[in-house]
């Protein structure tokens, strides 16, 4: 069996698409966090927890604040990046420390199981959902 006939993979905007309640057992979050304001931060785990179902497994992985990055980038703010078709656009971009991604986790009901960094990215972090939590 492969990962399509164990997986349900949705493509489309999370703060628009409805989901049912409790149906979810795990999700996959990448490079996402680090580009959400607090407003959006706030509603998109308020959704997350919804539609997980107690004790799901989430992973994250994201852009990490480092020493090697502290050289060259602000942790946060609007930064410019430009696509290899030449245009160029503006994001927002809020680099997380281990203790940020730890304490973001926590406020919003997840435990950490597990974690792992490098130099640019968290190679893989790894909570559950606090059971607890409506």
Partial sequence: MGIREKCNFVQSD??????????????LIGFLLSHLSLKEEETFFKRLRKILKPDS??????????R???????????????????????????????????????????QLDSYRAGDAWFTAIYVKANKDID
């Fill in 14 to 27: 999370f703060f628009e698409t409805s989901f049912k309640d409790n149906v979810f057992d795990s999700a």
């Fill in 57 to 66: 497994e989430l992973m994250v992985i994201d852009s990490i604040w480092s």
């Fill in 68 to 110: 090697r990055r502290q050289q060259y980038r602000q942790k946060e703010g609007v930064q410019e990046r430009s696509l290899n078709d030449g245009h160029i656009f503006a994001v927002y971009k809020r680099y997380l420390s281990e203790s940020d991604i730890e304490e973001t986790l926590l406020r919003h009901h997840f």
